[in-house]
């Protein structure tokens, strides 16, 4: 297990705002990929394909919308955006306040990092004439529920809905409310989106808040329970099987 925190990843080029890569093959994961953006009015994430990777983009703060060529999509805090592999796509925001969104990808496109996604102006891929979107715009707490958990869990994307590479949940803790997670056979991404959350394994334990980052190996085991006074939101992603 790694924890980390989306402001301390490594800088990439991608538009016109501030973009981190935070979980990522060059610090161990193999499977699965974390992004972080901040963007100010205005701002723009370039648009771009993945040629074999999905991408679910997360918008934790502020709003703005999914583009695709010249068709734009509101998006807000709370809602998830599932870009099948193939689909033109990059964000905007078209609020007048900053932006927070993070993105995972499965399996991780390498060429985001190299520069090869940053398209000129002008120069950025667009849909073709007629085609149909894939892409989907969803709401997490709206998403169906997950019976038998010990607090709010919901499914927001998985293989039943379309994916073929990714799994992404949405869990809310109120107080008292806690977890376990247990060993399986993939990696697996935290982010803590609000509240405060004490982290226990076997021999340690750590106490995380907004913006912390919880990058689990398949053999790691250990228990999240809310602290604090906050509702405790966390964003889980990880990859529908191993990708190795």
Known sequence: MQLLNLEQGIFFQMGDGKNWRVVHPDMGAQQITLNHGIHAP???FTQHIHDYSEDAIVCVEGGGAIRQGDSYTPITAGETIFVP??????TKNTTDAPARMISFQGPPDMALYRGERDHKPG???TPQAGHTSNVQVIDMAKSGPIFGQSCDWRRVISPE???KHL?????QLNSGEQFDHLPGNVESVYVLASGKIRVTTSDETHHLEFKDVI???PDDSFSIAHTGDDVVKL??????????
């Open 215 to 217: 990058f689990a190996c």
């Open 161 to 163: 809905k379309g994916s």
């Open 42 to 44: 205005g701002q723009e």
């Open 235 to 244: 964003i889980y992603c990880q990859p529908t099987a191993s990708l190795v």
């Open 123 to 125: 120069e950025s891929p």
């Open 85 to 90: 592999a193939g689909e033109v796509h990059g």
């Open 167 to 171: 799994s992404l949940d949405y869990i």
